[in-house]
């Protein structure tokens, strides 16, 4: 090979270099007239089925519960190897990449993958999230994705979530509407309504004013339902506060829906609330000896009672004889059971009293009804012929009936009672009215002179069964005798005895608190004896406990507030 001087010339000078800095590699130099090659890119491009937005995944709305799958495109349009490094997602769970670990991380030139994203709501949401996508683009290391959803899901809403009664007046009585609404866009499935009060003193109750609400029928302390909400409705349920004691009171309301996620004890709502004592209240009464009683006979007057009429004329000594040892202040009628004579009281004297003169001789009088009556004997429904016409003040019956006495009614027949066939009342229905005559029920005495259960035979006769009658004496504790008994004068007596009634029911001028009732008789507190019936609003003594003529008595208590207003 031959070269040039010039050619020489520069090979000895980079010689020369090399030499000089004690290398001793072969360096390529290149021509410098010739141009760099060219660099390689790798470059990626994203691409979903949003109509304007490639780079935009839009699931649409999704209902709580289910699932949405979307995909997208990873291209390399460059012409170098392309490396999707990483996908990452950001801003909300709700979203997963479903096929990790699937799709291609790298990609030769014009070659494509897929990336599946899905969306899964668990609540009632507008959406948006992020996934990067990061590769080896020099240019663009990370490209976003958009995503965007609406989960559609039941949101349930308790209002108020609290509620304070604040602190009433022991007696009064207050409510609060709870309304539950659908506040999500899907469908609420409503599944019970619980609640709790927590003392389980029952002042704190659920009142199922909602016809959605069945109650409690299988007895696990839930409301029987099920039902829909559609987004925006609702429904109310109210609860009661009825405070019976100054204790604080709290309770919680329960509401078990479809809600995602929704809370063990479901969603729930309290309530508070206590109570203040009010006024004191002091009634005094003076045990006057007012034992009055009015006595009503009914006596049958069909043929075959002629003995038994007698019997009881010439006997009544005996009676007349208790009655007037105890000092009772009496009313002595005698009906028939004979209906046809409407009920009017029998004799020229219809009305006997300690006053009148011979009560002995006028009641024989009275009671000698003659045999002539109906032989169906209708004694339940004459005796209330009779009693209706006192209170309505008609004819001689009227005046009969004392708003302040005892009543007692004395059942005298040798057959069955049949006044069902009038106006189809048992004899039940019969011994209801005559107690709806007293403001105590307890006032009215039955007792009856029958065949008893099953009829009798003796010396005094015979009589068939008076069961009816005796079913009115079992029911208000009065006497059943023997109509085939001789001996009329014991029965009378013990009759006579029952005949008492002083004065056992102390009517209060105001309701009370009635843990705070206190009873005292002649300046001494008594503690036995004696109850609160709130029926009456009344203090009622027993037999044995009742107060002596002369006797004072105080009963004081906490009036129950009424918050009219």
Same mark, same amino acid.
């Given at each position: 090979?031959?070269?040039?001087?010039?050619?020489?010339?520069?090979?000895?000078?980079?010689?020369?270099?090399?030499?000089?800095?004690?290398?001793?590699?072969?360096?390529?130099?290149?021509?410098?007239?010739?141009?760099?090659?060219?660099?390689?890119?790798?470059?990626?491009?994203?691409?979903?089925?949003?109509?304007?937005?490639?780079?935009?995944?839009?699931?649409?709305?999704?209902?709580?519960?289910?699932?949405?799958?979307?995909?997208?495109?990873?291209?390399?349009?460059?012409?170098?190897?392309?490396?999707?490094?990483?996908?990452?997602?950001?801003?909300?769970?709700?979203?997963?990449?479903?096929?990790?670990?699937?799709?291609?991380?790298?990609?030769?030139?014009?070659?494509?993958?897929?990336?599946?994203?899905?969306?899964?709501?668990?609540?009632?949401?507008?959406?948006?999230?992020?996934?990067?996508?990061?590769?080896?683009?020099?240019?663009?290391?990370?490209?976003?994705?958009?995503?965007?959803?609406?989960?559609?899901?039941?949101?349930?809403?308790?209002? !108020?979530?609290?509620?304070?009664? /604040?602190?009433?007046?022991?007696?009064?009585?207050?409510?609060?509407?709870?309304?539950?609404?659908?506040?999500?866009?899907?469908?609420?499935?409503?599944?019970?309504?619980?609640?709790?009060?927590?003392?389980?003193?029952?002042?704190?109750?659920?009142?199922?004013?909602?016809?959605?609400?069945?109650?409690?029928?299988?007895?696990?302390?839930?409301?029987?339902?099920?039902?829909?909400?559609?987004?925006?409705?609702?429904?109310?349920?109210?609860?009661?506060?009825?405070?019976?004691?100054?204790? !604080?009171?709290?309770?919680?309301?329960?509401?078990?829906?479809?809600?995602?996620?929704?809370?063990?004890?479901?969603?729930?709502?309290?309530?508070?609330?206590?109570?203040?004592?009010?006024?004191?209240?002091?009634?005094?009464?003076?045990?006057?000896?007012?034992?009055?009683?009015?006595?009503?006979?009914?006596?049958?007057?069909?043929?075959?009672?002629?003995?038994?009429?007698?019997?009881?004329?010439?006997?009544?000594?005996?009676?007349?004889?208790?009655?007037?040892?105890?000092? #009772?202040?009496?009313?002595?009628?005698?009906?028939?059971?004979?209906?046809?004579?409407?009920?009017?009281?029998?004799?020229?004297?219809?009305?006997?009293?300690?006053?009148? !003169?011979?009560? /002995?001789?006028?009641?024989?009088?009275?009671?000698?009804?003659?045999?002539?009556?109906?032989? #169906?004997?209708?004694?339940?429904?004459?005796?209330?012929?009779?009693?209706?016409?006192? %209170?309505?003040?008609?004819? %001689?019956?009227?005046?009969?009936?004392?708003?302040?006495?005892?009543?007692?009614?004395?059942?005298?027949?040798?057959?069955?009672?049949?006044?069902?066939?009038?106006?189809?009342?048992?004899?039940?229905?019969?011994?209801?009215?005559?107690?709806?005559?007293? =403001?105590?029920?307890?006032?009215?005495?039955?007792?009856?002179?029958?065949?008893?259960?099953?009829?009798?035979?003796?010396?005094?006769?015979?009589?068939?069964?008076?069961?009816?009658? %005796?079913?009115?004496?079992?029911?208000?504790?009065?006497?059943? =005798?023997?109509?085939?008994?001789?001996?009329?004068?014991?029965?009378?007596?013990?009759?006579?005895?029952?005949?008492?009634?002083?004065?056992?029911?102390?009517?209060?001028?105001?309701?009370?608190?009635?843990?705070?009732?206190?009873?005292?008789?002649?300046?001494?507190?008594?503690?036995?004896?004696?109850?609160?019936?709130?029926?009456?609003? =009344?203090?009622?003594?027993?037999?044995?406990?009742?107060?002596?003529?002369?006797?004072?008595?105080?009963?004081?208590?906490?009036?129950?507030?009424?918050?009219?207003?």
């Amino acid at each position: 090979m031959v070269f040039s001087r010039k050619t020489i010339s520069i090979l000895i000078a980079a010689s020369t270099a090399l030499t000089a800095v004690g290398c001793s590699e072969t360096v390529l130099i290149s021509n410098p007239g010739t141009v760099p090659p060219t660099r390689v890119n790798a470059i990626i491009e994203v691409e979903t089925d949003h109509p304007t937005d490639p780079h935009t995944l839009d699931f649409g709305e999704v209902y709580a519960g289910e699932t949405r799958e979307k995909e997208f495109t990873i291209r390399n349009v460059g012409d170098d190897t392309l490396q999707v490094q990483d996908l990452e997602l950001s801003n909300n769970a709700s979203f997963e990449i479903t096929n990790q670990g699937e799709y291609a991380q790298l990609l030769a030139p014009n070659a494509s993958t897929i990336v599946t994203v899905a969306y899964n709501p668990v609540q009632d949401e507008h959406i948006e999230g992020t996934l990067l996508v990061a590769s080896n683009d020099r240019d663009n290391p990370q490209v976003p994705v958009r995503l965007l959803a609406e989960g559609l899901a039941p949101a349930v809403d308790v209002s !108020p979530p609290s509620y304070d009664f /604040g602190n009433l007046e022991l007696g009064c009585v207050n409510q609060v509407e709870i309304t539950i609404s659908n506040v999500g866009r899907a469908p609420l499935d409503i599944f019970a309504i619980y609640f709790e009060d927590l003392a389980d003193t029952g002042e704190l109750t659920l009142a199922n004013g909602n016809p959605q609400v069945d109650g409690d029928s299988d007895g696990d302390g839930e409301d029987d339902i099920d039902f829909t909400l559609n987004p925006s409705e609702s429904t109310t349920v109210t609860i009661h506060y009825t405070p019976i004691n100054v204790e !604080p009171d709290s309770g919680i309301l329960s509401v078990f829906t479809n809600t995602p996620a929704e809370p063990d004890e479901g969603t729930t709502a309290q309530q508070f609330g206590i109570a203040h004592l009010g006024s004191t209240n002091i009634d005094e009464y003076l045990q006057e000896g007012n034992n009055s009683t009015d006595i009503l006979f009914t006596v049958d007057n069909s043929c075959s009672m002629s003995d038994e009429q007698s019997a009881l004329a010439v006997n009544f000594a005996s009676f007349l004889q208790i009655v007037d040892a105890l000092d #009772i202040d009496y009313h002595l009628g005698v009906a028939t059971t004979d209906i046809g004579d409407g009920g009017q009281l029998q004799g020229s004297v219809p009305i006997i009293t300690p006053s009148t !003169p011979d009560p /002995g001789g006028t009641f024989s009088a009275n009671v000698n009804l003659g045999i002539n009556g109906s032989g #169906i004997e209708q004694g339940f429904h004459n005796a209330w012929q009779a009693l209706e016409a006192a %209170v309505n003040n008609v004819g %001689v019956n009227g005046g009969f009936l004392r708003d302040e006495a005892g009543l007692r009614l004395i059942m005298v027949s040798d057959e069955q009672e049949q006044s069902s066939s009038v106006m189809g009342w048992s004899p039940v229905d019969y011994i209801g009215y005559y107690q709806s005559l007293k =403001a105590n029920p307890e006032h009215l005495v039955v007792s009856d002179i029958t065949g008893g259960m099953t009829g009798c035979s003796g010396a005094g006769g015979s009589a068939s069964s008076g069961s009816d009658y %005796v079913t009115g004496t079992n029911m208000t504790g009065g006497i059943s =005798a023997s109509i085939c008994d001789p001996n009329w004068v014991s029965t009378l007596s013990a009759l006579g005895w029952l005949s008492q009634s002083f004065a056992d029911t102390f009517e209060l001028s105001q309701t009370p608190v009635e843990d705070t009732i206190e009873v005292r008789l002649n300046d001494v507190p008594v503690f036995v004896g004696w109850v609160y019936d709130s029926a009456l609003n =009344a203090i009622v003594f027993d037999v044995d406990h009742v107060p002596e003529n002369g006797d004072g008595l105080e009963i004081e208590y906490t009036v129950l507030g009424d918050c009219s207003d």
